[in-house]
């Protein structure tokens, strides 16, 4: 029997809930149908921890992977979590003076329209020459936002694990959810390996969430889920120089925030996502043409596919992907999290402090 219970958290988000949850002394039980942590969504991303200068303003994505960022930061400083300032460059490549302007124009005007809105540093990079100061590749000009990183996922997992279980939460792998009741005032979670009681139960299951809800007597959500590939480029970062995250400049109704050029903490550089609905391996001359735009040296043997991740993206009303996080009407305390994409792993502290505010009022 457990105050609350998070399906889902094997996960960066349902292990930073946990992480809150037990700093309220609250008995937590977090609950993970794998054996080991961030085998879904979670380890299968870039890695990037966001500025929130992609999202449109007013949305939970724009105003959590905000206040997200500065915190992970903050927490990665503190538990000596490895990371990198690397920044983010949305770049214009030189062949679009050919292909005409004007997508790349537009696109980094509404960046900076939603830049500026979010209060967002950044700057201007006007020339070739100054592009080049940041990244070898060939640009024109581009934005550069200054305050994004990328971090060790392995060492932030294990803290956040850690401070959860100092905290007395509980974990149990190889919990897989079969179906959940109800008792009373209490919710009854049947697993593959046994039965969990909680009064409040916080769905956090990434992929199977919309299922989740469902089966925990909240609404049906629709969701679109998205595969990214990811290749490697054969070398890394000391055969490339790319210190600095490099991406394209793509409209704002784009599924993705494009192809990019990701270094990551532990010298590796990689190449991706795409974002398709189609749930096969992505061909590696989209990823080539994506790169040659920037490094037109680069050939089809530089580079080696790497994984593949999944994400659920769910579109609201307004046609703005965002975030869903709330408390159903059930009779009994369910609180959902739905469609928790990019830039979820940013947004992750942040999401757990909104979860937790939510728990307060319950207790």
Request: glycine share 12%; proline share 4%; charged share 20%.
């Given at each position: 029997?457990?105050?609350v219970?998070?399906?889902g958290?094997g996960?960066i988000?349902?292990?930073a809930?946990?992480?809150e949850?037990?700093?309220r002394?609250?008995?937590?039980?977090?609950?993970e149908?794998?054996?080991t942590?961030c085998?879904?969504?979670?380890?299968?991303?870039?890695?990037?921890?966001?500025?929130?200068?992609?999202?449109?303003?007013?949305?939970?994505?724009?105003?959590?992977?905000?206040e997200?960022?500065?915190?992970?930061i903050q927490?990665?400083?503190e538990r000596g979590?490895?990371?990198?300032r690397a920044?983010?460059?949305?770049?214009v490549?030189?062949g679009?003076?050919?292909a005409?302007?004007?997508?790349?124009?537009d696109a980094?005007?509404?960046?900076w329209?939603?830049?500026r809105?979010?209060?967002i540093?950044?700057?201007?990079i006007?020339t070739?020459?100054?592009v080049?100061?940041?990244?070898p590749?060939?640009?024109?000009?581009?934005?550069?936002?200054?305050?994004?990183?990328?971090?060790?996922l392995?060492q932030?997992?294990s803290?956040l694990e850690?401070?959860?279980?100092?905290?007395?939460?509980?974990?149990f792998?190889?919990?897989?959810v079969?179906?959940i009741?109800?008792e009373?005032?209490?919710?009854?979670?049947?697993t593959?390996?046994?039965?969990?009681?909680a009064?409040v139960?916080?769905?956090?299951?990434?992929?199977r969430?919309?299922?989740?809800?469902?089966?925990?007597g909240g609404p049906?959500?629709?969701?679109e889920?998205l595969r990214g590939?990811?290749?490697?480029l054969?070398?890394?970062i000391?055969r490339?120089?790319?210190?600095?995250?490099?991406?394209?400049?793509?409209r704002?109704q784009?599924?993705?925030?494009?192809?990019?050029?990701?270094?990551?903490?532990?010298?590796?550089?990689y190449?991706?996502?795409n974002?398709?609905?189609?749930?096969?391996?992505a061909?590696?001359?989209?990823?080539?043409e994506?790169?040659?735009?920037?490094l037109p040296e680069?050939?089809?043997t530089?580079?080696?596919?790497?994984?593949?991740g999944i994400?659920?993206?769910r579109?609201?009303?307004?046609?703005?992907s965002d975030?869903?996080?709330?408390l159903e009407?059930t009779?009994?305390?369910?609180?959902?999290l739905?469609?928790?994409?990019?830039?979820g792993l940013?947004?992750?502290m942040?999401?757990a402090?909104?979860?937790n505010?939510?728990?307060?009022?319950?207790?």
């Amino acid at each position: 029997m457990f105050d609350v219970c998070i399906i889902g958290g094997g996960g960066i988000v349902g292990r930073a809930i946990a992480r809150e949850l037990a700093g309220r002394r609250l008995s937590v039980a977090a609950l993970e149908k794998y054996s080991t942590a961030c085998r879904e969504t979670s380890g299968l991303n870039s890695r990037v921890i966001h500025s929130g200068f992609h999202e449109a303003h007013g949305t939970l994505k724009a105003e959590l992977a905000r206040e997200g960022s500065r915190l992970m930061i903050q927490y990665a400083e503190e538990r000596g979590i490895n990371f990198l300032r690397a920044g983010m460059l949305i770049a214009v490549p030189h062949g679009s003076i050919h292909a005409g302007l004007w997508k790349e124009v537009d696109a980094l005007w509404n960046l900076w329209s939603e830049g500026r809105r979010q209060d967002i540093p950044f700057r201007f990079i006007l020339t070739p020459g100054g592009v080049r100061k940041l990244a070898p590749i060939r640009a024109l000009g581009g934005i550069f936002i200054p305050s994004v990183c990328v971090i060790d996922l392995e060492q932030l997992a294990s803290a956040l694990e850690t401070d959860a279980k100092a905290g007395g939460a509980q974990f149990f792998y190889e919990n897989e959810v079969t179906s959940i009741g109800r008792e009373g005032s209490n919710f009854v979670v049947l697993t593959s390996s046994g039965e969990f009681k909680a009064r409040v139960l916080i769905n956090s299951a990434g992929l199977r969430a919309h299922e989740i809800s469902v089966m925990a007597g909240g609404p049906k959500y629709e969701i679109e889920f998205l595969r990214g590939d990811y290749y490697e480029l054969i070398g890394g970062i000391a055969r490339w120089k790319i210190h600095t995250l490099v991406y394209p400049a793509t409209r704002a109704q784009s599924r993705s925030k494009g192809i990019h050029f990701g270094p990551r903490t532990d010298g590796r550089l990689y190449l991706g996502p795409n974002a398709s609905p189609k749930m096969e391996q992505a061909p590696k001359q989209l990823f080539l043409e994506a790169a040659q735009k920037f490094l037109p040296e680069i050939r089809e043997t530089d580079l080696e596919w790497a994984y593949a991740g999944i994400r659920p993206k769910r579109v609201s009303n307004n046609g703005k992907s965002d975030f869903t996080i709330r408390l159903e009407n059930t009779g009994l305390p369910l609180i959902n999290l739905i469609g928790i994409d990019s830039p979820g792993l940013s947004a992750s502290m942040a999401i757990a402090q909104y979860v937790n505010r939510m728990v307060g009022q319950l207790f």
